[in-house]
């Protein structure tokens, strides 16, 4: 397990493992077309350019290390994510291609499927297992705890909830995203944002450790989630894991492990 703060914005080495492709333009494809193409069948993008490509990020290289390699796999200039993961995070990066690069807003709106590991007992500033121990925190109980009262704590993070975003996140402010101004000792004001919690279910638990997983809507952090979990229980709670596993119709399971290797970009890393 990587032991890296959050850095959404790290790209680390470039590398060659990917050689450079030859250049590839998607100028023909005006971009109406491909915003119809994405509205009549999202999926349909997929492989294309423009287009949709899924790569399974491992845990530790950064989102912007996947879009550098990606541009020379495909010998473009025009290659995003469409959703940060953070070094700690594995699972699906949905990479957008050429002028797919504008469906960006549109993709937020999809909601994001995510298996997490937490742990009870511990409470950290960046909220996951890679952060500095809050000095301050007096759990009024200690692990382990009943598979019941997981199960009953969670029930209150179903539905419309409100979530402040952690400092150790890629949100801006002022021009500077908030996990620069975490990493100075600086913590900023941020303003509570409703999500949508869709589902959350207790997946396994031992008395100390588990894993959640849950279908929610953009702006949600499931490392917040988490911590306030470990205050409802009166113990503190990190996350220790987190995958992607879906961003709307886009699944990994679906394609990586169904053996459609339709719009999979493999061997980045």
């Known amino acids: 397990m990587t032991t890296e703060s959050p ?13 450079p492709a030859a250049t590839t333009t998607d100028s023909a494809v005006p971009f ?9 069948n999202p999926l349909g993008l997929l492989g294309r350019i423009p287009g949709v490509w899924l ?29 940060t993961l953070d070094p700690l995070a594995s699972g699906l990066l949905l990479l957008l291609a050429g ?8 993709m937020q709106e999809f909601t994001k499927t995510y298996t997490a590991g937490f742990r009870l007992g511990v409470r950290t500033d960046s909220q ?8 301050d925190h007096v759990p009024s109980r200690r692990p382990p705890l009943d598979r019941d009262e997981i199960v009953a704590a969670l029930a209150p993070f179903r539905g419309t909830i409100s979530q402040v975003p952690p400092m150790h996140s890629a949100l801006k402010q002022d021009g500077q995203p908030l ?17 949508t919690v869709h589902c959350l279910e207790l997946v396994e638990f031992d008395g100390t450790d588990g894993v959640v997983r849950m279908e929610a809507s953009k702006g949600f952090y499931v490392r917040t989630l988490i911590d306030a979990l470990g205050v409802r229980l009166g113990t503190g709670a990190v996350m220790t894991t987190l995958r992607r596993e879906a961003i709307g119709p886009f699944r990994l399971d679906g394609n990586m492990a169904g053996g459609d290797e339709t719009g999979i970009l493999r061997d980045l890393f």
């Open 7 to 19: 850095d959404p914005d790290r790209t680390g080495d470039a590398g060659s493992l990917c050689a």
């Open 32 to 40: 109406p077309e491909t915003l119809a193409a994405f509205r009549e």
């Open 55 to 83: 790569v399974d990020k491992p845990s530790g290289p950064s989102s912007n290390l996947a879009v550098v390699r990606a541009r020379k796999r495909l010998g473009l200039k025009r290659v995003g994510h469409a959703g």
């Open 99 to 106: 002028n797919a690069t504008r469906l960006f807003d549109h």
């Open 128 to 135: 996951d297992i890679t952060g500095v121990p809050v000095p």
């Open 179 to 195: 996990y620069r101004l975490a990493r100075k000792g600086i913590v900023v004001p941020r303003e509570a944002r409703e999500v």
